[in-house]
């Protein structure tokens, strides 16, 4: 009887290793390989204050405004221009990058009237194009590019439950995005990055192990137990 049951275990024991491949290790898929670039996120607070002079401070680049660290990019210039000098009106066939780029908002450091947030507006004319930036508030700015939780992949919604999320191989699609909360609105940012460990866990290689172990322990218990029958 006791042999019936040890032959029993090990006939158990080497199934569940053979089908290893199905169960072991099921999410490493998300592991990194070697020398792969890993992305951390986290989301945070943004704050902010309300009046076209306002400001807005995040702890990382936000998607949908440009120019937030003044760049020397030609569309940042040109925008900073408009801001001073008032609207520019251009013929149709002029009206390319840098006119015609970015996103709807825009921040200009100096506007030279301590307003910082403006929509871009354009307007086509019949063979023209009028170029124009209107201060907005930073409140109107934020409602009007934030998302809700729901619209956020399930991974970084996690980063508002106060997670570091990773990625491998390219940040978080979600990144740079505003999400809409009730106290609130929080930016999901990249935190960090680094490439893989030389060492990175291999997933295969352990299942290979163990479906190996399995179909011997399989092999041993048939073979042990046939010619006893006989």
Known sequence: MARDWSSLVLLVVGLVLVTSPFWLFADAGEDPHEGERVYAHEAAEIEYSEGVRGYIRADGEIERLDC???DSKAGCLFAAHVAQHGPVVVNV???YYPYDSG?????????????HFYRRVVERGEGTVSYSLEAV??????ADIAVNESDLSP???????????????RPLPDAGEVVRSDDGYYLIYESGG?????????AK?????????GLGTLRW??????????
Do not use: C, I, M
């Not at 508030?137 to 934020?142: H, Y």
């Not at 680094?194 to 291999?202: M, S």
């Not at 218990?221 to 006989?230: K, L, N, T, Y």
């Open 221 to 230: 218990q048939w073979r042990g137990d046939g010619p006893a029958e006989r």
């Open 137 to 142: 508030a930073p409140e109107t700015l934020l």
């Open 205 to 213: 290689f352990y299942r290979a192990v163990a479906f190996l172990v």
């Open 93 to 95: 066939t002029d009206f």
């Open 103 to 115: 996103a709807e908002y825009v921040v200009v450091g100096d506007s030279d009237s301590e307003k």
């Open 155 to 169: 991974k970084a919604a996690r980063t508002l439950d106060g997670e570091t999320v990773q990625t491998h191989g």
């Open 194 to 202: 680094w490439d893989a460990d030389p060492n990175t866990f291999d």
């Open 68 to 70: 937030q660290y003044y």
